[in-house]
């Protein structure tokens, strides 16, 4: 928790709308991945079968 507050206290660029633009961009990334991963997760607790038939592209591929 130190790191984010570190990253979005101090100043990332010299100018002021490449820094506003640069943080909320890291906000919006960091946003979808903690929604992102709370969907798989609670997606896997209350749907256990739906992980049996799962295909993750690329590796679907490898063995044919």
């Given at each position: 928790?130190?790191?984010?507050?570190q990253i979005f206290g101090d100043?990332?660029?010299?100018?002021?709308?490449?820094?506003?633009?640069?943080?909320?961009?890291?906000?919006?990334?960091?946003?979808?991945?903690?929604?992102?991963?709370?969907?798989?997760?609670?997606h896997i607790i209350m749907n256990?079968s739906a992980v049996d038939n799962?295909?993750?592209?690329?590796?679907?591929?490898?063995?044919?």
């Amino acid at each position: 928790m130190e790191v984010i507050k570190q990253i979005f206290g101090d100043k990332m660029s010299d100018y002021k709308v490449v820094d506003i633009i640069v943080k909320v961009w890291l906000a919006v990334l960091l946003v979808m991945f903690v929604l992102g991963m709370v969907a798989i997760i609670t997606h896997i607790i209350m749907n256990p079968s739906a992980v049996d038939n799962a295909t993750f592209g690329i590796f679907d591929t490898l063995g044919s």
